[in-house]
């Protein structure tokens, strides 16, 4: 779980970012698309790898959440 700090600390400073220049309808996407991804990840790495693979859906999920906080943040414009 090491490995998912700085996307764990970068996702809440972009999600902030996606809220405060009023791009919530993006915040919420990111959202739904974060716990699908996460609760697919778990379904499938958990009974594979167990703890080891929640972690690793965990990474995956965080980096996701950077990756579509920044093209939120440079496709959308502002406003809910």
């Given amino acids: 779980?090491?490995?998912?700090?700085?996307?764990?600390?970068?996702?809440?400073a972009l999600t902030q970012a996606l809220m405060v220049t009023g791009r919530t309808g993006?915040?919420?996407?990111v959202?739904?698309?974060?716990v699908a991804l996460n609760l697919?990840?778990?379904a499938v790495a958990i009974p594979l790898w167990g703890a080891s693979g929640a972690a690793l859906a965990t990474v995956v999920t965080e980096l996701a959440v950077v990756g579509l906080c920044?093209?939120?943040?440079a496709t959308e414009e502002g406003g809910a």
């Fill in 1 to 12: 779980l090491a490995l998912a700090v700085a996307p764990i600390y970068a996702g809440f």
């Fill in 26 to 29: 993006a915040y919420l996407r």
């Fill in 31 to 34: 959202a739904l698309a974060s």
């Fill in 40 to 42: 697919a990840l778990n």
């Fill in 70 to 73: 920044l093209r939120a943040l």
